[in-house]
């Protein structure tokens, strides 16, 4: 089992910046794809970036040009930055990955517990 453990999150004014950070932690796994959603109160959960092991990477409309995900796969770790925060940006981001047991085919999927963002106006 992958177990992802997020940090960064906090209070912040609009216009201002954030990183998250997120590790990925366990023994003998592989993982593909890491990314970032969030959930705000009242909504579905949904996608803000993904990024794959090679680097290729997917942005929701709503934070292109704003945020950016990177990673370290020696450290499997997956971060976010968040420029120009906005209100509308507030809510509870939860780190995903998707991995397999090295030497196995089939894959997983882990979710981290989730760090609270708020922007103030």
């Known amino acids: 089992q992958v177990q992802l453990v997020e940090s960064g999150g906090g209070l912040v004014q609009a216009g201002g910046s954030l990183r998250l950070s997120c590790a990925a932690s366990?023994?003998?796994?592989?993982?593909?794809?890491m990314g970032w959603y969030r959930q705000a109160p009242g909504k579905q959960r949904e996608v803000v970036a993904t990024?794959?092991?090679?680097?290729?990477?997917y942005y929701a409309d709503s934070v292109k040009g704003r945020f950016t995900i990177d990673r370290d796969n020696a450290k499997n770790t997956v971060y976010l930055q968040m420029n120009d925060l906005k209100p509308e940006d507030t809510a509870v981001y939860y780190c995903?990955?998707?991995?397999?047991?090295?030497?196995?085919?089939?894959?997983?999927?882990?979710w981290g517990q989730g760090t609270q963002v708020t922007v103030s106006s």
């Open positions: 366990g023994s003998t796994f592989s993982i593909n794809v």
């Open positions: 990024i794959s092991s090679a680097g290729n990477t």
């Open positions: 995903n990955a998707g991995w397999r047991r090295v030497g196995t085919v089939r894959f997983y999927e882990s």
